[in-house]
């Protein structure tokens, strides 16, 4: 998105237009912006054997599945519901990969039964579950095992997820074990390792940290007498949220397969998991001032977008930048404004002191509202559900309609009292 002139554009269509006719709050998603980003990722793997599963958590809406799906892409899902929506978008099965730490035996058949490409097992105790599921089936399950290569957290304090005292994955020292434990059960076929250090990581070094970890157990393994075909390496590339400089990826992907071909894996079949860094920045979310309430200590800026719509500043006191529609000069006075929705929560912020210069009825855009909003929202103050539109040069697809509130009462029942 850019302004041309003072009018905020997504690709060749004004904001104000598409709030005008479909009102607000409203989630505005760039098909280019999307494949641009992906794209960055294709040049990184030229000429290599791999796969980009995108993390379909960060954005699960059909018509963003549809955009990947036909661009050839795989995904990463994490539930039975993933994969019925991956399918319904017409992805390919053998390019799914399941993650997550709690497979349920139901979602274990489903994707079994659906041929998907890779099971990463996240426990020692899925791995006996797994295999007999897929033995009650006649078939064996393809695995990975996820690995915690256990970053050093002193040097790269955000990583989350790859760390000792976290639910994801297997220990390093006992992956090998397991591993062997894996290639003992008749239901499983073991095909490859993955991992997963974390989330908006804006810095090359954990993963090239996290490599070599992966790369140490990769030839123990295989030592071992157990092949491995691929190696995944999750997800978790950041974005610009605030200034944030995170690596482009094709720059990253330039270094982590100089240091896998030093280290003679470059054969591999790589995987990734890339989430947020394929949908983040291609995204806003349209909302209209209700009201400016100025206070003794604080002005509030209250917006019809709220924490049900936009979670992250709830939950991660995440930043994203707030620019208005129309950036023309004004003779509204500028003000430092918490951002805030209707929602009977404090949590219930936006944006915090920032500087603005708004009225009742004005427009403004929430940034970087492509990931890890929409698929976190929530009917929260029986809010319905916002808009959803896709843009494509000037053309405009709606990918979700508003819900109504009879849409969420829907499964409910009124008893006899
Ligand atoms: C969430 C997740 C991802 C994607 O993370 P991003 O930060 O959105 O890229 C990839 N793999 C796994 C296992 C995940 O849980």
Same mark, same amino acid.
């Given at each position: ?11 060749? =269509?004004?904001?104000?237009?598409? *709030? ?11 098909? &280019? ?12 793997? /030229? ?7 995108? &993390? ?37 099965? &053998? ?15 489903? /994707? ?12 020692? /105790? ?77 810095? /090359? ?10 790369? +140490? ?26 200034? +944030? ?40 979310? =349209? ?17 019809? &977008? ?7 500043? *709830?939950? $991660? ?13 004004? %003779? ?5 404004? %918490? ?8 949590? %219930? ?22 990931? $890890? ?42 008893? *006899?009292?």
């Amino acid at each position: 998105m850019a302004y041309h002139g003072a009018v905020l554009q997504v690709e060749d =269509v004004a904001l104000s237009q598409l *709030a005008a006719e479909h009102g607000t709050p409203l989630f505005v998603y760039s098909k &280019a912006s999307m494949l641009a980003a992906l794209a960055a990722y294709q040049r990184g793997f /030229a000429g290599r054997h791999a796969q980009i599963c995108y &993390a379909m958590k960060a954005n699960s809406s059909l018509g963003v599945l549809q955009v990947f799906a036909s661009a050839g892409c795989g995904f990463d899902i994490v539930s039975g519901g993933e994969l019925e929506r991956v399918l319904a978008a017409g992805g390919d099965a &053998a390019k799914i990969i399941f993650s997550g730490v709690g497979k349920t035996r139901g979602e274990m058949r489903q /994707a079994l039964q659906a041929g998907i490409g890779c099971f990463n097992v996240e426990s020692e /105790a899925e791995l006996d579950v797994l295999s007999a599921v897929a033995e009650s089936l006649a078939l064996r399950a393809p695995i990975s095992i996820r690995v915690n290569p256990n970053v050093d957290p002193k040097t790269h304090p955000y990583i989350s997820t790859g760390l000792k005292d976290n639910k994801f994955g297997v220990a390093h020292e006992d992956a090998l074990r397991i591993y062997q434990h894996a290639a003992s059960l008749k239901g499983l076929q073991v095909v490859g390792i993955d991992c997963h250090i974390g989330s908006q990581i804006t810095d /090359a070094t954990p993963y090239l940290d996290a490599m070599d970890r992966v790369l +140490d157990l990769v030839a123990s393994i295989e030592a071992s007498g157990i092949a491995l075909t691929h190696i995944d390496f999750g997800g978790g590339l950041g974005i610009n949220y605030n200034n +944030d400089t995170p690596p482009a990826a094709d720059a990253l992907w330039a270094q982590l397969l100089r240091k896998l071909d030093e280290r003679g894996f470059g054969h591999k079949k790589l995987m990734i998991e890339p989430g947020r860094s394929l949908v983040g920045n291609a995204g806003v979310c =349209v909302t209209e001032v209700l009201y400016v309430k100025p206070g003794e200590l604080k002005n509030f800026c209250i917006i019809d &977008a709220a924490m049900n719509d936009l979670p992250r500043p *709830a939950m $991660y006191q995440a930043f994203h930048a707030i620019v208005p529609l129309l950036a023309n000069p004004t %003779d509204t006075p500028e003000a430092r404004y %918490d951002v805030v929705g209707p929602i009977c929560e404090s949590g %219930d912020w936006i944006g915090r002191d920032r500087t603005l210069a708004v009225k009742s009825g004005d427009q403004l855009a929430v940034l970087s509202a492509g990931a $890890y909003c929409m698929s976190m929202s929530s009917n929260y103050n029986t809010r319905s559900r916002a808009v959803e539109l896709l843009v494509d040069r000037a053309t405009v697809h709606v990918i979700r309609e508003r819900e109504s509130t009879a849409d969420q009462m829907r499964l409910e029942r009124l008893v *006899a009292l």
